[in-house]
C-alpha cells in the first residue's frame, strides 16, 4: 500500500505540471495600435491609390465573408447582404464605381460615356462600350438595362412575385430606347431623380428570358426570371471580371478569370475563395495561420491591436459614410417635448463617449456634425455645434429645462415637468453584442442622471425594435452612401427610416426639394436646411463616423479600404499577387 | 421485442409534437422575424417587399392554422420556408449540417468513451492509488475546463506550432483546407490536421464525466455479493473483470453515453463556432437568433428523434448487457 506522503506528492507534481502548462500557454499583451499600419500609412491621404503596385501572374486570394449565401441574387431584399454583394461584384457589371473617398467614377471598362443630357425631362444617355459582354459572348446591350428597369421598378412585376430591395430611382423611369444595335442607351424619369449614377447594376436579359420560358415580358415572365435567378444554385454567367468556379454552400465560393473580361486591366490572380467564417472573432487566429488573407470584420480594440501584431499583415481604419447616432422616440409622453430633448442632447457629452468607445483605436475619431455629409464632402457643415448638443453642457442643459418650466423635485434627485409630474423613466436601447454601444449607453445614462433622468439600459438582441416603435431612446448606425436623395426617407413624415416619428412640415418640404436636385450645391444648400431645423429640433444626435477595417497579408496589392457599402470590392480586377517582396 | 420497439416509437409522437407545439409558440413572440431581418436598412426596404416577405414566412397566419399547416406540410416532407428564401431548404440543410456533426461528433464521442471506460475502470480496480488520484486529477481538470476555453487554448497553440514549425499541419476552419491539396495522401493529412482541435476539445469534456461515471459504476460492482462469490470460487481475475465485472458496469455507462449522443447532436455549437463548422450547432443557434422558426421546428423534430431512439437504443443495449432485463 502506499503511503499518503507519496499520494500527496504525486497530486502537488501533477498540480504544478498542470500550472506550468497552463501559464506557458497564456498570451502576451500587445501595445495600443495607430489607425493604420506603416506600410500602409499612405492609405489616409490617399485612399484611392494606396497599397498600388504592379503584380505577377498566379496567386490565391482567400477572403472572408461573414455571411451565409441564401441567394446569388443580390436585388432581392432577403438576399441583399454586403457581403453578398463584395462577391458578386466580381459578376455583376455597373457604370459607375464608388471609389474608397466616396467619389463616384464612370466604370470606364463598360462605358464609353454616361451623360445627363436633360434635366427636366431628366434624361441620361448611356453608351455602353462596343467590346463589353456577358461570358457566353451576348454583347451587353440596352436589353440588359431594360430588364433591370423592369423588375425593379414595383409597376411590371409585383413585391410578391418580385420583393427587391429597393425600387427607388426605377419607379419613376418612364422609359428606355435604345441604338446603336443596344449599346446607346436612353433613359428617361417623369421624376427627377439626382442619385441615377446609383441605379443599373445589371443581370444578363438572355439569362433572364431563358428562366422565363421564352417571353420575358409575358404575364409572368418577369416573375419566373425572378424566381430563376433566385434559385440559382452557382450563377454561371458574368459581366465583370471574374466567374464562379465552385460554391460549397456554408463554407466558400470560389471566383477565377473570366475569360471573356473586356476590361483594361485583366485579372492576375488565378483564384479568389471567399471562405464562410461567421464568428468574425475566430478571423485573426486563422489570418495568423494563413488561412485567410484578408478580413474586414468589425473593429475593436483588441482585434486591432492582435493584427497590429501579426508579422506580414497590413491594415487600416478609415472612417466612411457609416455613422453612429442616438435616436429619440417621439411618440413618448416625455421625449414629444422639445425643450426636454434639446436638454437631453446638451447634457450627453459626444467627446466623453468617443474617447472611451472608439478613440483607443482610431485616433482620429471626431463628433460628427451633420445628419446627410460627411466630413470631406463637399456639403458638409456643422450643424450640430452651433446648437451646443453633444457638448455634455449640464450647466446649459438645466437652463434650458428651467427655461421650460421643468424643476427638481424635493429630493433634488428627479426631474418634474411643468405640470409637476415626475419625468419617467427613458429606456435606452442598444444592440447587447455591441460592447462600444454598451458603454456609450452607461454613459449616457451617467450623464442624464445629473439632469434628474433616470435612464433603464435596455440591450436587445437585435434593432427589431426600430420597426415596432419599442424604444425610447437608442442608439444605432446608418449605412450611408455617396447617393443622398435617398435620406429623404430618414427624416420626413412617415418616411420608411424615420424610425422616431418626427415630423416637420418645413423640413420636409427642404427634403423633397433636396431629394430632386440634380444640382450638387442646391441639393447642400436644402439638405443643410433641413438639417439645421433638425438639429434644432433635438431628434437624432450624430455621434462619430464608425471606422471601417481592413487586414491584408502583405503579399496582395491593389487591394484597400473602401468605406463605402461598395466595400473593397470595387476594384476586383486589380487585386493581385505583389510582383516585388516587400 | 419488436413490438416494444413499434411501441416506443409510436409513443414519441405525441411527444414530439408537443414539443413542436412549444417550439413554434415560443417562436412566434414578437418580435416580427421579417421587421427585424430588415429593420435598419438604408434605403428603407419598401414596405410591399415586407409585407411580402411577412406573407412567404405565413406569419399573417393565425397560431393555430399556421400550426396546422406546419405539421401538415411537415407530414408531407415540406419543412417550411425560411427568412433567407432563395436557395435555402431546409430538409436538404438539415441533412448537410446534421453530415458535418456527425463528422465532428463520432470521432469525438469515440475516443471520450472508450478512455472513460478504460481510466475508469483502471481507477476502481486500484482505488486511492497513484493511478487513480491521477485519473481523478485530470477527469476533474477537463470537467471544469469550459470548452470555448479548452477550445481556444488548443488553437492558439495549434496556430503557434505552425508558426514555429513553418508548417500548415493544424488548420482551425471547418475540416478541411479550401483549396484542398491534391492527392489522397496530402488530403488525409489535411483532414486530421483539421480534426484533430476539434475531437480533442470535444472529447475530453465528455470523457471527463464519462470517466467519473464509469469508475463509480465499477466500484459499485467489484463490492457486490456476486463478484465476491465469483472470487471465492477462483475465477481468474482476467475472465472476472470482462465476463462479470466491465458488463454489468457498462449498464448505467450505456445510458450516459446515449444521452451524450443526443446532446452532442444538439450542443456542439461552441466547438462548431470556434473551428468555423457549419453544423446543426452553428445552423440551430443561428436560426434562433434570427427568428427562423421552421429551422428551429425541424432540428427540434431531428434532436427530439434522437433523444427517443438513442434512449430506445440503450434499452436494448440493456438487455443483451443484463440477461435479467426482458422486455415485453
Known sequence: MRSGTKRLTGLIAISAAALMVASACSTKSGGGPGQSSFSWKDCIAHPNDCNSGPTKQGGTMLVTDEKKITSWFVADAASNTYDQAQIMSGLIPSPFIVRPDSSVVLNTDLMESATLVSANPQKVEYKIKQNAVWNDGTPITADDFTFAWKFQNGKDCNATDCPVAGTTGYDTISGITSADNGKTVDVTWSDVYPDWRALFSLWPSKVATQYAGGDLYAPGGLAKAYKGFLNEQMPAWSGAAYIMQDYQKDVSTTLVPNPKWYGATKPSLDKIIYKIILDSTQEVDALKNGEINVTTAQPDADMVSAVAALPNTSYNLSAGPTWEHIDLNLKNKWLADKALRQAIFTAIDRKDIIAKTVLPFFPTAAPLNNHNYMPGMSGYTDNITPTGQGAGDIAKAKQILEAAGYKNDASGQKLTDPSGAVVGDLRFSYTQTNKLRETSAELVQAQLQQLGITVKLTPLPDLSVLGSGDFDMIIFAWVGTPFLSGNKDLWSTNGGGNYGHYSNPTVDQDLAKAATDTDATQQATDFNAADQLMAQDAYVLPLYQKPVFIAVSNQFVNIRNNPTSAGPAYNMQEWGTRASAQ | ?328
Do not use: C
Open chain 2, 1 to 328: 421485442m419488436i413490438v416494444f420497439t413499434v411501441r416506443r416509437l409510436f409513443q414519441a409522437i405525441p411527444i414530439l409534437l408537443g414539443a413542436a407545439l412549444i417550439v413554434y409558440w415560443l417562436m412566434s413572440i414578437p418580435p416580427d422575424p421579417v421587421l427585424k431581418q430588415f429593420a435598419g436598412h438604408n434605403p428603407p426596404i419598401p414596405p410591399a417587399t415586407i409585407l411580402a416577405n411577412r406573407q412567404r414566412m405565413h406569419l399573417l397566419d393565425g397560431f393555430w392554422y399556421g400550426f396546422g399547416r406546419w405539421v401538415a406540410d411537415f407530414v408531407r416532407g415540406d419543412f417550411g420556408p425560411t427568412l433567407g428564401g432563395g436557395t435555402d431548404n431546409i430538409r436538404k440543410d438539415l441533412i448537410t449540417h446534421l453530415g458535418v456533426t456527425t463528422h465532428l461528433v463520432v470521432p469525438a464521442l469515440f475516443l471520450a468513451v472508450v478512455l472513460a471506460v478504460i481510466t475508469g475502470v483502471m481507477s476502481a480496480i486500484k482505488q486511492y492509488s497513484f493511478r487513480d488520484y491521477t485519473f481523478t486529477f485530470f477527469g476533474f481538470l477537463f470537467l471544469a475546463m469550459p470548452t470555448f476555453w479548452i477550445a481556444q487554448l488548443l488553437k492558439d497553440t495549434a496556430v503557434n506550432f505552425n508558426l514555429a514549425t513553418g508548417t500548415h499541419f493544424f488548420g482551425t476552419l471547418g475540416d478541411r483546407s479550401i483549396p484542398q491539396p491534391e492527392g489522397f495522401g496530402p488530403q488525409m493529412v489535411d483532414y486530421i490536421g483539421h480534426i484533430v482541435l476539434p475531437t480533442i476539445s470535444l472529447a475530453l469534456i465528455t470523457y471527463a464525466g464519462l470517466s467519473r461515471f464509469q469508475r463509480a459504476s465499477m466500484l459499485e460492482v467489484i463490492n457486490s455479493d456476486y463478484v465476491r462469490l465469483a472470487r471465492a470460487k477462483g475465477i481468474t481475475p482476467r475472465r472476472l473483470l470482462i465476463r462479470h465485472m466491465l458488463r454489468t458496469a457498462l449498464i448505467p455507462m450505456t445510458t450516459a453515453t446515449a444521452l451524450t449522443v443526443a446532446v452532442f447532436f444538439g450542443g456542439t455549437v461552441i466547438t462548431e463556432t470556434i473551428f468555423n463548422w457549419q453544423g446543426l450547432g452553428t445552423y440551430t443557434v443561428g436560426a434562433i437568433v434570427g427568428g427562423d422558426k421552421y429551422i428551429v421546428l425541424a432540428v427540434l423534430m431531428l434532436t427530439g428523434f434522437f433523444v427517443i431512439v438513442g434512449n430506445l437504443i440503450a434499452d436494448i443495449l440493456y438487455a443483451v448487457l443484463d440477461p435479467r432485463i426482458r422486455y415485453e
